[in-house]
């Protein structure tokens, strides 16, 4: 089958839907919601429909990659790179994802955002980015990734700012784009680096951008422990776009203001699938980070800190959303982490069943949302679980899924990071892995318990208004609800007396899982550990949240100072804005514009220029005197001197 | 007997025809009515025209060149005579007499062309000299056109004072007057500077004429009082006259020094180029800050001049190069020419009535109330300013390259950027006609008559033919 | 009749315009109707027939369609006509933009309307004869031609400091090019008296001569192109001149300079631009940043815009000093990105300026509620400025990037890219402002969206956008050859 249908499909659905609104726009009149939701909805599910028999095709055995190649799409010499798709084991899992959980997300939000304006633009926009996901996913070369790349970070920037009118709603996503564009020129850098070494030698026709072209060839880049080599540099450059995408330390601020975006967008873009386009690229790309391991150090250190890092602020934030912003950002880093170690494939494990509960987890939280009129603050929230039962229980398998419960999804996936990481010596990676999985525990039960257990602490009017969502939002809580519990079964690790078929599935090689006999009683404690850890969150969260609601003020008495600092998330926005923004603005301004360009460049230089050459006419006009014995003196002097010059001479 | 009486009078043809229609048209002024001015005005367009006739039978002028050169002159006074024509019939006093002074102007421009003997050349650039004298201050009523007639009239005896002074040098120690007899007598060796001082004397005589710096303080002064025909007058034919004589007198001298007769060394080729880079800052820059029109021609006139001079100071080693200089300078002269007359024509036609139109602040939205004026303006400005396919640029490129050619670097360099600089004064006019609004004072402006368009259009036709086409002028030769 | 044609077509292409010109110059004043159509008409004429030169374009190196008559014996001036890769395309960009510049004009254009056609028509001709003669005194007429009806247009129908803007745009550009014009005279006589290019290509030029050339030839283009610090009159000219001035003047009339370079100032001084590379590369760089940089704090849509035409043609020029096939083929494809984005841009700021007649960023806000489709179209073509990988921004900017990056300039490209990140930043910045957000004053409120002939202007733009992002290679390809013959030449020396 071509693959091509993947991306036409919900193209097509973005250009009817994009059609239908700018004419509704253009006549002022209302859109036709039935059809809108219809065809949006429809493209998704005959996409997923049609990947269930690829999918089906790869579990049963199938190696091969499935190529389509469209038509060449820049040639220029010996440079030249396809509009071309491959579906591979890796790409299929993605695959399934994004239309299987985007499916439930555009379910979901044909009923949370009902009774909102620009409908249609919404699901063209929710489409568009299905399609770039596809794109980048699919891409058989750089290019085509770079492609759903950029693509899917222009359609964050446009459904982020989907309510544009806030203004702070338009500068989040336009901040999420720069972010991004910055990790984008570590990406074109890479691009360029492995243009630059490949392309002299390149052959006419040949493709060097592919990745089964450089997978033969990456080797040439030379593999040795010291720091400059080239497959390090490239690695580092591609790292640099995967912590933008994929909001890592030092590039991950732009994440928590997405959330600014509709709720379901945060579900699909900001959770499930967009964020994680890093991981995926890296997995990707895995034959270049095995030719460099001190970059693998390094995605591995980053990882490990952003997950503890973002867990931590974690703890205190108050918007709903936020909380689980952070929760993404630090299970982000926990892929990171698993990648860095070496663990491609527990990575994609991980970014699935993330996939699963982070999507179950937003969606609830618009569910919450929903019924509580846009009210995001926790402290306003309490006591849900009864009105809405569906969202509470659903919530709940997530927490617990994310904190890491077994035999629940993130038991397996997470745990395994955190053993990989320490069996392959990084135990120090492992211990900040333990100490975020500890703070996730802890701030999931926290959300938890504020919004669905104690009292209400919002208005009567929202008190009045609660509601259980319609079933359209509910049924893919359900659906996402039973992925999360289940998603992980399919890695059980040989220890559980599983045999990691997903793992070994993926086959991304460089000793995916080289589970030696001895390691056994160490992987068992350490599990022990993990789950200890989540029960000792959860107790804490009780304790703090449930049975005695002023402990959590007194400490945040007690440590004023840490406890601002994790309110404002480290002030590293307003770092961002202090070293960075600001004086490239203040210079750009005060000194490139004004002095350079203005004073400088054109006043003094150019019209200087000018001046000078007219403010010689002035003298001349002063020895036009207009008196005739002036001019008879010239006169004189000039045939004087010449006939001095004459005689003289 | 007809034959021989033919044969005696067809080289001097021209010359006669025009002195007698000059006569023939004064007495027109008897004439009443409407007849006063246009009798003398067709009858000078005739007597033109007959003048032209006998320039390619037998003419007492030496060269092609020079027959061009009379062509141009005799051309542009037919072409101006609608001017003048328009010009004095819109004014009280309608001075039939200046038709007569036009035929003396061009009479005395095809001696000055003509003749290789100085002393004969002297008359004619009188001739030339007091008609224009007396037209200069054909507008009494106006004390600056009084104050010009009289500067003018000074200036020009000072400086015929010097030019006969160098001319009874010359006499003295070559006993010819003729430069073709000149050229063979033998100077004796004590003699040798005074016959030196003789030519520079002749040479800076003729530099006043055609205002080149530092002898060009008149020109200013003189245009600016002159009514609006008569400064057209001046600053076409008197250049074409004087340029073309200064071409014809250096081409001997040149020769001299070459051939090194009697151990002269003149620099005369140093000397030119100074005049030419002098004539070419001091026009530009002076431009840039007039307010007048015809100042800022008069100053434009002087930078034209600093080109030609340049063409002038090229190319008297080699004799193929001496043609190559003697057309570029040609092709200027008859370019500015053409411009220049298009300039003035239409800057006479709206200047009818008492009031000149020279300021450049009357220029301010002129577009809108005579767009037709000002779009034949703007033409002539731009291709004066030197943008091609007009003929202002071919004729710069002509020079350019002669300079280039003879290795001119410097002085090269040093001419574009003025131009450059020049393009500056010549957009002011623009400027004022098409982007600034209408000052407050608005003059009723006359339309523009159907002859006087023809004309205009004429020229325009010839601008762009001499610049697409320059071969019709270069590849003759 | 067709043979004629085919072998005519060039001429034809160029004398259309002015023909229509001519004709215009007759047609009455008082009808205004009469020359919207008729410049219309004229322009579509001249654009379908550049499509012939698209059509039967042979995909190899070396002139085509080419016309050689002796013009000016004297001066051994031949009428020279002849395209190849690199000007085919700016020939066909030209045509293309100029009918959407017309209809765009229709609606803004009211007082002295015939002027204005003309003057289009005028300029048309003196754009389409520079990017085809072959002959550089050819080539130098229409140059400097050019420059008038550019500098009326500025003039009579901009707006603000317009006639400092005129005026700086004028004497600026001819200062370069006089100069120039002497350089071409020496090489005249240096080529024993021709001013054919296909001459003076194979002159055995010394490296002294070279250098002097070479100054003289790309001050002239780097003035038009612009190149830092020679760039402050495209400011003032974009911001005073008329929406169409703008277009014309960002579209076409920029590219003049890259041209120039590429056609001139590059493959006959070969030795020259040896050692002189790295230092236009340098100002090429800063160009890019520096204006990124100034871009970002412009309080006026159409400043902010220039400013990012200078690193933009920033990218352009980068392209060329790195001096590879994929960098010099990408950099020719920019130029006609830059044409067709940057020409939308203003397009759209001049839709805009027409409603609200005013061009501060400041006074605008929300716009994305009441124009909704004409955001819409901006949108997209701020997506293609600021390069999105789809669009046609993005694969020039990509194989310059890449050429320049495996040449010895792999520094430069590493700054350079920066400017991917600062394109966004300003670009994205004015968008918000304008777009987004409340609404500024109740002023903005009872605005019209694009109505059916804005759509026609901006349609085909957008349609190119999307086109040259996903099929660059039915342009490449023809673009290819050219560039290859060139990087063989230089790299005989």
Same mark, same amino acid.
């Given at each position: 089958m071509n693959l091509i249908y993947f991306i036409l499909l919900p193209l097509l659905g973005a250009i009817l839907n994009g059609s239908i609104a700018l004419i509704s726009a253009g006549r002022k009149k209302e859109e036709p919601r039935a059809l809108v939701s219809a065809i949006a909805l429809g493209v998704m599910l005959v996409a997923f429909a049609l990947a269930i028999p690829l999918a089906l095709d790869f579990f049963s055995g199938r190696t091969d990659p499935i190529l389509s190649s469209l038509f060449s799409w820049i040639t220029v010499g010996n440079f030249k790179v396809d509009f071309a798709l491959s579906l591979d084991r890796l790409s299929v899992v993605l695959l399934l994802i994004i239309t299987g959980v985007g499916s439930l997300i555009h379910l979901y939000s044909v009923g949370y955002m009902k009774?909102?304006?620009g409908y249609a633009k919404y699901f063209a926009y929710l489409n568009l980015f299905v399609a770039s996901m596809l794109v980048l996913v699919l891409g058989e070369n750089l290019l085509m990734m770079f492609l759903g790349w950029e693509g899917v970070g222009l359609c964050s920037y446009l459904l982020i700012g989907f309510?544009?009118?806030d203004e702070a709603k338009a500068k989040a996503g336009k901040k999420a784009f720069i972010v991004n564009r910055v990790g984008d020129f570590g990406f074109l850098l890479g691009i360029f680096l492995l243009i630059s070494f490949f392309l002299p030698e390149a052959k006419e026709?040949?493709?060097?951008?592919s990745f089964s072209y450089l997978k033969t060839y990456i080797h040439e880049l030379g593999h040795a422990h010291?720091?400059?080599i080239p497959a390090g540099i490239i690695g580092l450059c591609f790292f640099i776009g995967a912590m933008g995408k994929s909001a890592?330390?030092?590039?991950?601020?732009?994440l928590p203001d997405?959330?600014?975006?509709?709720t379901p967008v945060s579900a699909l873009?900001?959770?499930?699938t967009m964020v994680t386009a890093g991981v995926y690229m890296i997995a990707r790309m895995h034959f270049l980070y095995d030719l460099a391991p001190w970059v693998l150090q390094f995605i591995g250190a980053i990882g490990a800190i952003t997950a503890l890092f973002a867990a931590s602020i974690g703890l205190?934030?108050?918007d709903i959303k936020k909380v689980l912003a952070y929760s993404t950002v630090s299970q982000l880093g926990f892929m990171f982490l698993a990648m860095g170690v070496g663990a491609y494939a527990t990575g994609v494990f991980h970014l699935m069943t993330h996939a699963f509960f982070k999507a179950c987890l937003f969606l609830g939280s618009g569910s919450v949302i929903h019924a509580m009129g846009?009210?995001?603050?926790?402290?306003?929230?309490?006591?849900?679980r009864k009105s809405m039962p569906i969202t509470f229980w659903t919530f709940l398998i997530a927490t617990l899924a994310i904190a890491g419960?077994?035999?629940?999804s993130a038991f397996f996936s997470k745990d395994e990071i955190l053993w990989e990481a320490f069996h392959r010596g990084h135990s120090l990676l492992a211990g900040l892995g333990f100490l975020a999985a500890l703070m996730t525990s802890f701030y999931m039960f926290r959300l938890t318990f504020l919004t669905f257990f104690g009292d209400f602490r919002g208005t009567e009017e929202q008190k009045h208004h609660l509601h259980e969502s319609p079933w359209t939002m509910t049924l893919p809580l359900i659906v996402l609800a039973i992925l999360s519990t289940v998603g992980g079964w399919v890695g059980i690790p040989h220890l559980l007396g599983g045999h990691a078929q997903f793992q070994n599935f993926l086959g991304?090689?460089?000793?995916s899982l080289e589970v030696t006999a001895s390691d056994h009683l160490w992987e068992l404690s350490l599990m022990v550990l993990s789950v200890g850890l989540a029960l000792l969150g959860m107790l804490l969260a009780y304790v703090f949240y449930?049975?005695?609601?002023s402990y959590a003020e007194c400490l945040a008495r007690r440590f004023p100072r840490l406890y601002r600092l994790l309110l404002n998330k480290y002030y590293v926005d307003e770092i961002y804005d202090a070293l960075i923004v600001n004086p490239i603005k203040g210079i750009s301004e005060?000194?490139?514009?004004?002095?350079?360009?203005?004073?400088?460049?054109?006043?003094?230089?150019v019209e200087g220029s000018a001046k000078t050459v007219k403010n010689l006419g002035r003298v001349l006009n002063w020895l036009q005197s207009g008196q005739v014995s002036v001019y008879a003196f010239y006169f004189l002097a000039v045939i004087s001197v010449a006939v001095f010059y004459l005689v003289f001479s | 007997m007809l034959a021989a009486i033919k044969n005696s009078i067809f080289p001097f043809w021209p010359l006669l025809v025009l002195l007698g229609g000059a006569f023939v048209t004064l007495m027109?002024? %008897?004439? =009443?009515?409407?007849?006063?001015i246009l009798a003398p005005a067709l009858s000078s367009l005739l007597v033109l025209a007959l003048s032209a006739y006998g320039f390619f039978e037998a003419?007492? %002028?030496?060269g092609s060149q020079s027959i061009l050169y009379s062509l141009a002159v005799v051309g542009v006074g037919i072409l101006s005579v609608p001017m003048f024509l328009d010009y004095f019939q819109a004014?009280?006093? =309608?001075?039939?007499?200046v038709f007569s002074l036009l035929l003396l102007v061009v009479l005395g421009a095809l001696v000055m062309i003509g003749t290789t003997h100085l002393l004969v050349f002297i008359f004619g650039l009188e001739i030339l000299s007091l008609s224009l004298y007396v037209m200069a201050g054909?507008?009494?009523?106006?004390l600056r056109s009084a104050e010009s007639s009289l500067k003018y009239f000074i200036l020009g005896s000072v400086a015929l004072a010097f030019t006969l002074m160098g001319l009874s040098f010359l006499y003295g120690v070559s006993?010819?007057?003729d430069l073709n007899l000149m050229a063979e007598t033998v100077i004796a060796p004590e003699f040798v500077t005074l016959f030196k001082i003789g030519i520079f004397l002749f040479l800076l005589g003729l530099c006043f004429k055609v205002a080149?710096?530092?002898?060009?303080? !008149?020109a200013p002064d003189v245009y600016q009082g002159a009514p609006m025909p008569v400064t057209g007058l001046m600053a076409v034919v008197v250049k074409l006259a004087s340029f073309a004589a200064l071409l014809k007198f250096l081409f001997f001298f040149y020769l001299w020094e070459h051939q090194q007769i009697a151990g002269i060394s003149l620099s005369l080729d140093k000397f030119v180029l100074f005049l030419s880079l002098a004539s070419m800052a001091v026009g530009t820059l002076a431009a840039?800050?007039?307010?007048?029109v015809k100042r800022l021609l008069a100053y434009s006139g002087i930078a034209h001049g600093g080109y030609i001079l340049l063409g002038l100071s090229?190319? !008297?080693?080699?004799a193929n190069e001496l043609m190559n200089t003697s057309d570029a300078v040609l092709f200027y002269l008859i370019s500015y020419a053409v411009m220049s007359l298009g300039v003035f024509t239409v800057l006479s036609l709206l200047s009818r009535?008492?009031?000149?139109?020279?300021?450049?602040?009357?220029?301010?939205?002129l577009s809108k109330k005579h767009p037709l004026a000002s779009a034949f303006l703007a033409f002539f400005f731009i291709s004066m300013a030197g943008?091609?396919?007009?003929t202002g640029f071919m004729a710069k490129y002509l020079i350019f390259k002669q300079a280039i050619y003879q290795g001119l670097w410097g002085p090269t360099i040093f001419a574009v950027l003025m131009s450059a600089v020049a393009f500056y004064y010549y957009l002011v006019p623009v400027i004022r006609m098409y982007f600034q609004e209408e000052s407050s004072s608005s003059v009723e402006l006359p339309k523009l008559p159907l002859g006087a368009q023809a004309v205009l259009v004429l020229l325009i036709l010839a601008i762009l033919g001499l610049g697409i086409f320059p071969d019709v002028i270069l590849a003759g030769f | 009749m067709f043979n004629w044609i085919d072998q005519n077509i060039l001429s034809l292409i160029i004398f259309t315009p002015l023909a229509g010109a001519v004709v215009g110059l007759f047609l009455?004043?008082?009808?205004r109707r009469v020359f919207e159509i008729w410049t219309l008409f004229v322009t579509l004429l001249t654009f379908v027939l550049s499509l012939h030169l698209v059509f039967y374009f042979?995909?190899?190196a070396g002139y085509q369609f080419a016309i050689f008559k002796p013009w000016i014996q004297s001066l051994g001036v031949q009428y020279a006509l002849a395209v190849d890769g690199i000007s085919l395309w700016l020939v066909v960009l030209t045509t293309f933009l100029m009918p959407i510049v017309t209809l765009f004009s229709w609606g803004a254009v009211g007082e002295r309307h015939k002027a204005y056609y003309l003057l289009l028509l005028i300029l048309h001709t003196g754009m389409l004869g520079a990017f085809m003669a072959v002959d550089a005194f050819f080539f130098y007429l229409f140059w400097e031609a050019m420059l008038i009806p550019m500098y009326f247009l500025i003039g009579i129908?901009?707006?603000?400091?317009k006639i400092k803007a005129a005026t700086k745009f004028f004497i600026y550009t001819v200062v370069g090019s006089v100069l120039m014009l002497l350089g071409m005279i020496y090489l005249y006589f240096r080529a024993g008296g021709s001013f054919l290019l296909q001459d003076w290509l194979v002159l055995d030029l010394s490296t002294s001569e070279q250098w002097w050339l070479f100054l003289a030839f790309t001050l002239s283009f780097a003035i038009k192109v612009p190149i830092f610090p020679l760039h402050t009159w495209l400011p003032e000219a974009h911001t005073q001149a008329p929406a169409a001035g703008s277009v014309i003047l960002a579209g076409v009339l920029l590219k003049m300079g890259t041209y120039g370079l590429v056609r001139f100032a590059i493959p006959l001084f070969p030795q020259a631009y040896d050692q002189a590379y790295p230092v236009i590369a340098s100002l090429a760089v800063v160009g890019i940043i520096y204006g990124s940089l100034v871009a970002m704090v412009q309080k006026d849509i159409k400043k902010l815009i220039a400013y990012s035409s200078i690193a933009h043609l920033g990218f352009v020029v980068l392209g060329l000093m790195a001096f590879n096939e994929q960098s010099m083929t990408g950099a020719v494809y920019q130029m006609l990105n830059h044409g067709v984005s940057s020409g939308a841009l203003f397009l759209l700021v001049g839709m805009l300026y027409t409603r609200t007649h005013t061009q501060a960023i400041?006074?605008?806000?929300?716009l994305a509620k009441t124009l909704p489709l004409f955001t819409f179209v901006f949108m997209v073509v701020t997506f293609s400025s600021i390069a999105l990988?789809?669009?046609n921004g993005f694969v020039g900017e990509f194989m310059i990037l890449a050429g320049t990056f495996y040449s010895d300039l792999s520094l430069w490209a590493i700054v350079a890219s920066l400017g991917v990140i600062l394109s966004a930043v300003y670009m994205l910045w004015m968008v918000e402002r304008v777009f987004?957000?409340?609404?500024?004053?109740?002023?903005?409120?009872?605005l019209k969206d694009l109505n059916l002939r804005e759509w026609l202007c901006i349609l085909p733009l957008l349609v190119m956008i999307v086109w040259m992002g996903l099929k660059p290679n039915f342009f490449l390809e023809k673009i290819e050859p050219a560039v290859k013959t060139l990087v063989e030449i230089k790299s005989a020396f």
């Open positions: 009774g909102e304006a309510w544009f009118e026709g040949v493709s060097i951008l010291v720091i400059f890592q330390i030092p590039l991950y601020v732009w997405a959330m600014a975006g509709p873009i900001h959770a499930a205190v934030q108050r846009g009210e995001q603050d926790i402290r306003r929230m309490g006591g849900l419960f077994p035999p629940l991304l090689g460089h000793g449930i049975k005695n609601q005060t000194f490139f514009s004004k002095t350079v360009d203005q004073k400088f460049i054109n006043q003094v230089l | 027109m002024g %008897l004439l =009443k009515g409407r007849a006063r003419y007492f %002028l030496s004014r009280e006093e =309608k001075v039939p007499e054909l507008r009494r009523e106006d006993g010819q007057l080149a710096v530092p002898l060009h303080f !008149w840039l800050r007039q307010k007048s090229t190319g !008297w080693g080699q009535g008492s009031q000149e139109l020279d300021s450049l602040e009357d220029l301010k939205g943008i091609p396919p007009m | 009455p004043s008082s009808q042979d995909n190899g129908y901009g707006h603000g400091d400041a006074n605008y806000g929300g990988p789809g669009t987004f957000g409340k609404k500024a004053g109740e002023s903005l409120k009872p």
